[in-house]
């Protein structure tokens, strides 16, 4: 009995041995770094600063009657457009108001004289632009101080842009306007002016940035809260990879490439990159179309399967490497 159990329990020796080992293999393969291929491609690309900001007018003007008295009538609507010199109302001088409430008591031809005797007062456009505000009906009384109408020469969008991004924003650069009110709708624009003063919102140093519609359409309001992309740069049908694919080491710029001969040797290789804009990298050369390079597969987290960023997801937002 003394020699079968000896055999026994070396049998379970050598069992625990090689389990111990095979654990360790497995183990040791579990932590080889996991990647995947991205197949380098052609295509545009597009360096966007994003700031959001505010309808407003560019130069608000609030119109006030010449004369205190009463509005017999008002001639425009809100959101209308007029013209310099255009009547808006028409006003009665506090005097012009009684005469004619008497003459009203007698009859309509008694209205009628004094009418034509005693003209009404016009308030006049100054300016050509759109009428913002109506802030008065046809009967009411006012004085010199109150505003009858409120208008605007044009609507501008005064964007808040940080000051990490401002270097990149210039005078007369193109801009594309978002309202929130109409996401499907989109607004072509150009910058006409970058404030010289900073301001400081929730700990952040931003500076104000007005951006001009080329064509304001009916539905723009001023208040309306909108997004504003500044196109900073652009290079189109330039060979394109995955950020996350290039390597900076010793001050070469290089990716990792697949290794035909030996799929478990990865082949490094050097290359000159351009633009990015934090997702996708410009190659200026080192790379040709069509070739695969490697990206590192994100680790499995919380019972998620392991997976590579999206490298050609669009972000906004860009700098130069």
């Known amino acids: 009995m003394r020699p079968k159990k000896l055999f026994w329990t070396a049998l379970l020796l050598i069992a625990a041995g090689l389990s111990f080992f095979v654990w360790k293999w497995l183990q040791k393969k579990n932590q080889q770094p996991v990647f995947t291929q991205v ?5 545009d690309l597009e360096i966007n600063v994003l700031a959001t900001g505010v309808v407003q007018p560019e130069n608000r003007l609030e119109l006030k009657p010449p004369i205190a008295g009463r509005v017999e009538s008002i001639r425009v609507q809100e959101g209308e457009r007029v013209q310099r010199g255009q009547i808006l109302a028409w006003l009665s001088s506090s005097e012009r108001a009684a005469l004619l409430d008497a003459a009203r008591a007698k009859g309509a031809a008694e209205l009628a004289r004094w009418q034509g005797l005693f003209k009404p007062t016009p308030l006049l456009a100054p300016l050509d632009g759109l009428i913002i505000v109506k802030s008065v009906v046809p009967g009411q009384v006012v004085t010199a101080t109150d505003v009858v109408l409120v208008m605007s020469d044009h609507l501008i969008v005064n964007t808040q842009v940080d000051e990490t991004d401002i270097g990149q924003i210039k005078v007369g650069q193109a801009a594309q306007i978002n309202l929130d009110a109409y996401p499907k709708d ?3 624009g150009k910058v006409i002016r970058i404030g010289f003063e900073s301001k400081t919102v929730n700990n952040v140093t931003i500076y104000e940035v007005e951006v001009l519609p080329e064509q304001v359409p009916d539905f723009m309001r001023s208040g309306m809260t909108a997004n504003v992309k500044f196109t ?3 290079r189109k049908d330039v060979l394109l ?3 996350e694919a290039v390597r900076r080491e010793a001050g070469k710029t290089s990716v990792l490439i697949p290794n035909p001969a030996r799929p478990s040797q990865n082949l490094s290789r050097e290359i000159r990159v351009g633009l990015s804009d934090g997702k996708k990298m410009e190659v200026l050369s080192g790379l040709s179309e069509g070739e695969s390079v490697l990206i590192p597969v994100l680790p499995k987290i919380a019972g998620t399967p ?3 960023t999206n490298p050609f997801s669009p972000i906004g937002g860009g700098h130069r490497r």
Do not use: H, K, N, Y
């Open 39 to 43: 197949e380098v491609v052609r295509g």
């Open 186 to 188: 989109f607004v072509s």
């Open 232 to 234: 900073s740069d652009f």
């Open 241 to 243: 990879v995955p950020a």
């Open 306 to 308: 392991p997976r590579p």
